[in-house]
């Protein structure tokens, strides 16, 4: 009888297009390689978020030179496109993550939070241009404490400037106006300022973080 045999046959059918149903994939879905379209809208607010920060960041900027119309004429034809980084070695680094110290593998990781956003070449120009003038400001008359520092800078307009007195001096760190770069230094003659990019974790304050 070739009754078993055909029963069999219907039964192996019946499996295969179950497992062909279930194994069956459509364009578009998960795993197949099609890429999902980007929403419009969620694109659109980017584009709008991306705008009004750009529209700000201009406000700023322009109050920043009608308050410091000197800064602004020394930078007028300072270029605002941001440079491109250049890979750089520190100090016993092998160009790799953990540097040539077979110890501290995750070296790099770990100080990340130190690194800095590049400047651009106005950023850099207001920033020494507002670097000189409280070096010649602070020359004529150093401060002995914070308060003292804390009135000179209030009177070269930098109310938002962080004080604090040390040994050798009182130091400060400025958020340069309007331009978006940073000053941290000593309020002395000396011209012990040093002009930076804001750090990658916020901020022109040197970060205590890390891991």
Do not use: W
């Amino acid at each position: 009888m070739k009754r078993p045999v055909l029963v069999l046959a219907a039964v192996a059918l019946a499996t295969t297009g179950t497992l062909t149903a279930c194994g069956s994939t459509h364009a578009g879905d998960p795993g197949t390689g099609a890429k999902a379209q980007p929403d419009p809208q969620v694109s659109a607010s980017i584009s709008k978020i991306e705008q009004e920060a750009a529209e700000r960041r201009q406000r700023e900027l322009a109050e920043a030179d009608q308050k410091f119309p000197a800064v602004a004429k020394a930078c007028a034809t300072a270029s605002t496109a941001v440079p491109t980084p250049v890979p750089t070695a520190g100090p016993g680094d092998s160009g790799e993550s953990g540097g040539s110290n077979p110890e501290n593998p995750k070296y790099a990781e770990n100080h990340a939070f130190r690194k800095m956003m590049l400047l651009t070449e106005s950023q850099r120009c207001r920033g020494e241009a507002h670097a000189a003038r409280i070096t010649a400001a602070a020359a004529r008359e150093t401060p002995a404490d914070e308060a003292q520092g804390r009135a000179l800078m209030n009177r070269l307009d930098y109310p938002q400037a962080t004080l604090s007195a040390a040994g050798d001096g009182v130091h400060f760190t400025l958020s340069v106006p309007g331009s978006g770069g940073c000053l941290t230094g000593v309020l002395s003659g000396a011209g012990r300022i040093e002009v930076h990019g804001v750090y990658l974790e916020g901020g022109c304050e040197y970060p205590r973080g890390g891991h």
